[in-house]
């Protein structure tokens, strides 16, 4: 081992002399100086270039907690080794982590009490993701990134507050795939590294590898078998394996399938595997194409099956005649996307608009339900009758208005919030809804009830039980995904949403711009971003929206919808900030604030601050 790292590990002034250099580089770095290119090494390098592209803030750690996987096959393969390799680290300040394919925490285990309470003052803590998107360079993200082993000492983390610690880490990969699984992850004290790091993490790695070879089963070796065999025949077919935990395709099947298409394409042939016969289906996908699907099964049993899955797209079909949910484009904002979850969500709404079964779709204000449902039913019957109630105007007109629709035929009723309904007037609504829920005339009406859904982490409210009993008129709860969910989709809502809201205008919205919207958490969804764009076009009707043209809100990172107040105070501290170039001690003297109280607003708004920003002052 030479050069930069060596110097890393020297443990003597040459350390001492190479941390003070890389510090100064990153310091550089962060402020668009020049940086030598012997000062750091080039991978460190790449991964600094790639977190400032995506806007990770330099000075600050803010983690989303996220849900993680307790017994995954990678945990209980990892499992015993981590507890082995522990047990000769019982007195070390050594930590050993295994994450997910996203960087998540799975599992964490530290003998040194001192060391444990720095990485929870970090978010080095199982839920919370370490990918280089959330906190820049670090050894599980970057090794992610690079997909092979990388070590990060001190300075070269991209964050504030790691730059005592040193850590090394190895991607695990699917011994049968090859997909990157998870990484293991090796960390201490900086003043604790050694070469010994990287070995370590690299030979645990692969035991972790080996030990999921032994746990593959029969089943994905069969399925192995089968899907290499169909690809040596097929020639130019496109070929897909598909298992529990598995799925393959070869290269006709990515140049031929479109990303959206995918989703609704496995789910439909992990149907008819799961009969436990060779039969061929025909499907119409998302994007308006026409597939004809030949599955195979390698093995069928009671709650599993696998198989391979050959397609050929006969031809296509326009947007308003498909039969599966495509992605909806007519002049309603929160049906557009093409995310694999909202997706999946458009296409369950699709197939009970179909049937005729009355549904609750059920999710945050502001994330599209009431849009979904109309959507869904003006691409199926364009010029067809959709009527809209408030459970908020409830009144005996109201109630009266209900039954006219239910007297209708093929008409759509939605029944807004629900959950809002007093218990009499849940009882008047069920006694309503009742005759005609029990009939079995396909030409009866379509009825969806929206009902609130807390933001995560937070308990239902408990209803009453003649809201309950409401409920139960509908079969189906489908959950609509908050925007945070599907925020890929944000890049197809901004210009839909700009268009919509200048006539038609030439406005953009620049890359640097919408990675800024993408990093938001939107707890008001799509209604919150739509007021965004709103206030920029008030501004700017035509041209390029750059970052400068966003409100202050959108430096703020919140997990919650900010109340008026909150928002007039976050909003003036992001315009002091800017006024400030970043300098908090300036920005909270023009406030006549502490710096105490504007570092503690800064955290609690998750306020980004403005690259090149001066930091404390």
């Not at 400032?52 to 849900?67: H, N, Q, T, Y």
């Amino acid at each position: 081992m030479d050069g930069p790292t060596s110097d890393l590990l020297a443990g003597s002034a040459t350390s001492t002399a190479t941390a003070e250099r890389i510090a100064a580089a990153r310091e550089a770095f962060l402020h668009r100086a020049d940086v030598s290119p012997d000062s750091v090494r080039p991978p460190i390098m790449a991964s600094w270039i790639r977190s400032r592209d995506m806007d990770v803030p330099a000075d600050a750690i803010d983690l989303p907690e996220l849900e993680w996987e307790t017994d995954s096959q990678l945990v209980r393969a990892a499992k015993p080794i981590m507890a082995e390799l522990c047990d000769q680290f019982t007195t070390e300040p050594v930590s050993l982590i295994l994450c997910d394919h996203d960087g998540v925490v799975l599992d964490r285990r530290t003998g040194d009490s001192s060391l444990r309470q720095h990485l929870d003052r970090v978010w080095l803590a199982p839920g919370f993701s370490y990918a280089e998107r959330h906190v820049g360079t670090n050894g599980i993200g970057t090794a992610l990134e690079g997909r092979r082993p990388t070590e990060v000492f001190g300075h070269e983390h991209f964050v504030e507050h790691l730059e005592n610690l040193a850590c090394a880490g190895a991607p695990i990969r699917h011994p049968i795939t090859g997909k990157v699984l998870g990484v293991i992850d090796l960390t201490c004290w900086r003043r604790e590294a050694n070469a010994l790091m990287m070995a370590t993490v690299a030979s645990t790695a692969r035991r972790i590898e080996e030990a999921l070879l032994a746990a593959s089963g029969r089943h994905e070796l069969t399925l192995l078998h089968d899907y290499l065999a169909a690809v040596q025949r097929a020639g130019n077919v496109a070929v897909l394996a598909v298992g529990d935990d598995l799925m393959m395709m070869n290269d006709r099947a990515r140049e031929l399938i479109a990303p959206g298409d995918q989703v609704a394409l496995l789910a439909g042939a992990s149907d008819a595997l799961q009969t436990g016969r060779s039969r061929q289906i025909v499907m119409d996908l998302p994007s308006g194409a026409t597939a004809r699907v030949q599955c195979r099964p390698s093995w069928s049993e009671p709650g599993s099956a696998g198989g391979v899955v050959q397609v050929a797209m006969t031809h296509r079909e326009t947007v308003g005649r498909s039969m599966s949910a495509p992605t909806i484009t007519t002049a309603l904002p929160t049906a557009v996307g093409s995310g694999a979850l909202w997706t999946k969500c458009a296409q369950t709404v699709d197939r009970h608009f179909r049937t005729k079964e009355w549904v609750v779709l059920q999710g945050e204000p502001g994330s599209g339900r009431t849009t979904l449902a109309r959507a869904t039913h003006h691409l199926h019957s364009p010029a067809g009758h959709v009527r809209v109630l408030d459970s908020a105007d409830f009144c005996p007109r109201w109630l009266a208005e209900v039954s006219d629709e239910l007297s209708g035929a093929d008409g759509t009723l939605i029944l807004r919030d629900v959950e809002k309904l007093s218990p009499a007037a849940a009882t008047a609504l069920a006694e309503a809804l009742e005759p005609v829920r029990e009939s079995t005339d396909h030409e009866r009406p379509w009825v969806v009830a929206t009902r609130a859904a807390s933001p995560d982490g937070a308990d239902h409210p408990v209803e009453s039980p003649e809201v309950a009993a409401l409920l139960r008129a509908f079969p189906r709860t489908i959950e609509v995904p908050p925007l945070r969910h599907h925020v890929e989709d944000v890049g197809e809502l901004v210009p839909y949403l700009l268009a919509r809201l200048t006539r038609g205008s030439d406005l953009t919205c620049s890359p640097e711009a919408l990675r800024v919207l993408m990093r938001n958490r939107w707890p008001g969804n799509v209604d919150q971003l739509y007021q965004v764009l709103r206030k920029v076009v008030a501004r700017r009707r035509t041209g390029t929206i750059r970052v400068e043209d966003l409100p202050p809100e959108t430096r703020a990172l919140t997990r919650r919808v900010l109340t008026p107040l909150e928002s007039i105070e976050c909003d003036a501290i992001v315009d002091a900030l800017l006024d400030a170039d970043g300098n908090k001690a300036e920005a909270a003297r023009r406030l006549g604030m502490s710096r105490a109280t504007i570092y503690r607003k800064i955290r609690g708004y998750g306020i980004a601050v403005p690259e090149g920003a001066a930091g404390s002052g």
